[in-house]
């Protein structure tokens, strides 16, 4: 769960989390920290001087609390007489937080919904194409309604296109208008997203948000490497890598088999 959302002191989900706008010149600190003891890991997320704690307590709880050391930093007064209001302020943000998180983790899909996304299907009588699972384009637009910006406010075609090139890395000429535009179609069909009355603006939906991040974690963490251990000729191709991560992963893999051997175990042959 703390590495599902290490992106929580961003200033675009900042910005949303607290319904503040954040200025690029505005000197504040947005930061997010893990900090580790023993096996007992606390998530701080930093606004301004304010901060989200999140940390086992007993072993038993996941206690969440938030920490205002000046009022000031959500245009409040320095008196008792706003205390009320601030807890309000701070209650309402831990909320969507929390909120957040427990959609995040429990977007397990059953096999009726997956097959709806990837299969043709009809909504008000009009055709509704499948979500071709693992094409890039599909992936892009899956991972973008995932990200903060998106996630948490009603948006609009514009700031959709904005999310695709800036935070998932689409090409500008990529994502133009009318596609996007059919793809938020597409998405409306399926149940992600929903129109918000009298504007072209739309909002994700609690099933919207549940497909686009368990599709993206399936396939960044589970089919991606899993195709990638397929290929005889990826061994090859990290030994000869001058990046580190690419060594670390050789490295990894000499350590299990050396591990393997003590223990005794018979490495599996790769199938041709």
Request: aromatic share 8%; hydrophobic share 40%; glycine share 8%.
């Amino acid at each position: 769960m703390l590495r599902d959302h290490l992106h929580l002191g961003c200033p675009d989900l900042v910005k949303v989390i607290f319904d503040r706008r954040i200025y690029r010149n505005k000197p504040s600190a947005f930061a997010t920290r893990v900090l580790r003891q023993g096996v007992v890991s606390c998530l701080k997320v930093f606004y301004k001087t304010t901060w989200f704690k999140q940390y086992n307590k007993g072993g038993r709880v996941l206690r969440t609390e938030a920490c205002v050391n000046d009022p000031r930093d959500f245009m409040i007064k320095k008196s008792l007489v706003h205390l009320g209001y601030l807890g309000r302020v701070a209650y309402h943000a831990i909320t969507r937080f929390q909120k957040a998180q427990t959609v995040a983790l429990a977007t397990a899909l059953d096999r009726s919904t997956l097959e709806r996304l990837v299969t043709p299907s009809t909504n008000g009588g009009q055709r509704v194409p499948g979500l071709r699972v693992g094409a890039p384009r599909t992936m892009r637009i899956l991972a973008a309604l995932g990200c903060a910006g998106l996630s948490f406010k009603a948006f609009s075609n514009a700031e959709f296109r904005a999310v695709l090139i800036e935070q998932v890395g689409a090409e500008p000429k990529k994502p133009r208008p009318h596609a996007s535009a059919m793809n938020l179609r597409k998405l409306w069909g399926k149940g992600l997203i929903r129109k918000v009355g009298g504007r072209n603006r739309y909002t994700l939906t609690d099933l919207g948000y549940r497909v686009a991040l368990y599709l993206t974690k399936l396939h960044q963490r589970l089919l991606t490497p899993t195709i990638d251990t397929l290929n005889p000729m990826l061994p090859a191709a990290l030994a000869g890598s001058p990046h580190e991560l690419d060594q670390a992963l050789v490295r990894l893999d000499h350590d299990f088999t050396a591990l393997a051997q003590v223990c005794g175990l018979q490495v599996a042959a790769r199938e041709s």
